[in-house]
């Protein structure tokens, strides 16, 4: 913990525990710890983020106890027990399938929240790796768990995903016989996934305690960018940020409850009602729509391997954020030029989601044929994303660590009290006057 | 920016040279029709499951097994024949008499001997086929879904299965050549360019289907009085399917309005505490 400790015993019990297991102490001390006060709305997702994690592990362990992870069993146990015989099932089966969305909807926004305020950038880069690490846990996490209903997307995405595996030269085979525990997806499969499903989330947990201890080393970030210099900088944690989160998380919530009470196939797939069946494909086998760029990435190049390759250099990339991005501003909010690519960016990544849940061959523009390039049409979904795909990677491969050369930043507030004092804080003072001169 | 313009439109006449690239499966949108099971608070119209059951038992069952399904969930809250007078669905005497027209597979505990017996409110559907080979064997290969999912099965749901029903006819368009054993369904998906000798630009949207039209006007007496049409037939049974696939959706609703009115007064208090906590704070 940064800061000395402003945790005083009050009493003999709390000296004598203070003196052998100082938790109390540790505990004030995560309530009493400075923050800064111009945090936005974009900062309370951590807090919805932990939200989201408990409710998954709670629900998810009531549903362990009525699940039956076998080939034969797991649909039924599913569908008719725990949707219909188990009490209140409905609900706990409809929290924890809609809250794996909101899990990643949650986490993509922190995400973009940490990339455009540059929280990424020293000295926070290991609090960044880790998280890093929590989203890729997350992904692994969330896909074996669409496998467990066994339902036909279930089964076809668990066959084309452990496919993938195989591309690899030399290792490839193996990897996926192990990952099957066979020589093709089937109940020990399921086996498997479902173990790897209870046991990844308390990793996650392990990951986020760590991520929390890395972010109260140097504290948190903030809009401006701009270090916390004096006391009148921060406020205490609580009651400031614990009240402002509880509201964002209660806010969430409504989201959250409209999925789980009103449109609760919406995030789903049809298909995944009908019970899992080795020998009739889907029309259409698609991912979850939190990994649908990935997907995307996958299909827009020609060769699997390479496919393959780039699918997990999309996510590679990330981890190497800290040291691509060069530039001595932290915040986005002055650099209006990286900020543009940004915001590129994000419409790429968009598009790539929506092209991942398109047939490959599919147009762009309804109606319209073009000439044939790699094996497709150029106004067809593939073209579009290997246009986003390209530009995936462009905006952290080239912009990212180069744009310094050529990008004017704007004057960077003295403190982050600065444009606190001359509201609204959405117009930084530097950034009015700059524009002005 | 003119020259960006005409650039573009440029671009876009020489991308416009229209006609599918691929041959792709087609299929009508679900019809539109309006269900009292729609909206947030939208439930399910008792009479209407009662006749879209008989629809069921009378006609669908025949060849469609509905395995998820106990007698009991008939009378279940939200069910076709739920009665306040029995809060228990075992005790609805009206689901006893459903039970006890089926006969249940089952052994005997005293000679071990194969028996069959009355069905009880805690039987479930029996299938009308032994197996998935029988049940193939007599719909020449094609295998009739299980019912209990149906409609959350697929896109569309209730409105899907309406279609189906309804568009499902002996007739085709002229110049359609439709396999033996198969129907023309307009409504379910398909590629027909194969099957089409008239002019390509017009080949017919929807595709085959294996089950012969299961409905005709009056092949159902309703005991409401309700007049027997089709589209009748067909509107009862898909929303009787759709509470087979979704039979906690009153109980959902209603837990959600609860829960909203909550969210939203919680919500509102945390707000004000938010706002009376930083009162002072400038941030």
Redo the contacts between chains.
């Keep these: 913990m940064s800061g000395p400790s402003t945790y005083e015993p009050k009493s003999a019990i709390e000296r004598w525990l203070d003196a052998r297991l100082p938790i109390v102490r540790f505990s004030a001390d995560l309530m009493s710890f400075p923050t800064p006060r111009n945090l936005n709305y974009w900062w309370t997702f951590g807090g919805i983020l932990a939200f989201c994690l408990g409710v998954q592990i709670v629900t998810g362990i009531v549903l362990a106890m009525h699940y039956d992870p076998s080939g034969a069993g797991a649909f039924n146990s599913v569908e008719q027990h725990i949707m219909r015989d188990v009490n209140y099932g409905w609900l706990i089966r409809g929290l924890h399938a809609t809250g794996a969305s909101m899990f990643f909807l949650a986490v993509y926004i922190h995400i973009l929240r940490g990339i455009y305020y540059g929280s990424f950038k020293a000295p926070r880069e290991v609090l960044w790796l880790l998280g890093c690490v929590i989203y890729v846990l997350m992904m692994a996490t969330a896909f074996m768990g669409y496998v467990l209903p066994w339902g036909q997307m279930s089964f076809w995405g668990a066959k084309v995903i452990t496919n993938l595996l195989g591309a690899f030269p030399l290792v490839g085979k193996t990897i996926t016989t192990l990952l099957w525990g066979g020589y093709s997806v089937d109940s020990p499969t399921l086996n498997r996934f479902f173990s790897l499903h209870y046991l990844l989330p308390f990793v996650i947990a392990a990951v986020v305690a760590l991520h929390i201890w890395a972010l109260h080393v140097p504290g948190n970030n903030n809009p401006t960018g701009v270090n916390v210099r004096s006391k009148t900088d921060s406020v205490a944690f609580h009651p400031y940020y614990t009240v402002k989160d509880g509201f964002a998380v209660s806010l969430f919530m409504i989201l959250f409850a409209v999925f789980v009470f009103y449109l609760p196939e919406a995030l789903g797939k049809a298909d995944n009602a009908i019970p899992a069946n080795p020998l009739v494909t889907p029309a259409h086998i698609v991912p979850e729509w939190y990994l649908l760029p990935f997907y995307a990435i996958l299909r827009a190049i020609p060769d699997k391997l390479m496919g393959v390759l780039a699918l997990g250099g999309a996510i590679v990339v990330l981890f190497a954020l800290p040291w691509l991005d060069r530039s001595k501003v932290r915040s986005m909010r002055y650099r209006p030029t990286a900020r543009l690519y940004f915001f590129i960016w994000i419409a790429a990544s968009l598009a790539l989601g929506w092209c991942g849940s398109q047939e490959p061959q599919g147009a762009v523009i309804p109606g319209v044929v073009g000439p044939t390039l790699i094996d497709y049409d150029i106004n067809s979904v593939t073209w579009l994303s290997r246009i986003a795909a390209f530009y995936y990677f462009f905006y952290f491969l080239i912009i990212t660590p180069f744009i310094r050369f050529w990008e004017t930043t704007l004057p960077v507030p003295d403190s982050l009290y600065t444009p606190v004092l001359a509201h609204p804080a959405a117009a930084p003072v530097g950034a009015a006057t700059a524009a002005a001169e | 920016m003119a020259r960006n313009a005409s650039l573009f439109a440029a671009l876009?006449g020489?991308?416009?040279?229209?006609?599918p690239?691929?041959a792709e499966?087609t299929e009508l949108p679900p019809p539109d029709i309006h269900w009292s099971f729609e909206g947030?608070f939208g439930s399910y119209d008792q009479e209407q499951l009662q006749r879209g059951y008989k629809v069921y038992r009378e006609v669908c069952a025949t060849c469609h097994s509905m395995?998820?399904v106990a007698f009991r969930?008939l009378g279940d809250p939200g069910g076709p024949f739920w009665d306040p007078k029995y809060p228990n669905p075992n005790d609805n005497p009206v689901v006893k008499t459903i039970a006890k027209d089926y006969q249940i597979a089952d052994i005997d505990s005293e000679t071990g001997d194969a028996i069959k017996r009355p069905g009880t409110s805690a039987d479930y559907f029996p299938a009308p086929f032994a197996n998935e080979p029988a049940a193939r064997a007599s719909n020449g290969g094609a295998l009739p879904?299980d019912m209990?999912?149906l409609a959350?099965?697929?896109?569309g749901g209730a409105a899907y299965i309406y279609g189906i029903v309804t568009g499902d006819t002996p007739g085709a368009p002229h110049g359609l050549i439709v396999p033996v054993g198969k129907y023309y369904d307009p409504y379910i998906?398909g590629d027909m360019s194969a099957y089409w000798k008239g002019d390509p630009a017009r080949t017919p949207t929807g595709g085959f289907i294996a089950m012969p039209p299961p409905l005709t006007a009056g092949k159902v007496t309703f005991d409401d009085g309700t007049k027997s049409t089709l589209k009748q037939e067909a509107k009862d049974v898909a929303a009787f399917l759709q509470w087979a696939?979704d039979?906690?959706m009153e109980?959902?609703?209603e837990?959600?309005l609860a829960?909203?009115i909550f969210?939203?007064l919680?919500?509102g208090i945390?707000?004000a505490?938010?706002r009376r906590?930083?009162r002072d704070?400038?941030?």
């Design positions: 876009i020489a991308l416009c040279l229209a006609g690239a691929f499966s947030p395995n998820m969930n879904p209990s999912l959350k099965a697929r896109e998906a696939s039979p906690k109980e959902r609703k837990a959600g829960v909203m969210l939203l919680f919500t945390l707000y505490s938010y906590v930083w704070v400038g941030h």
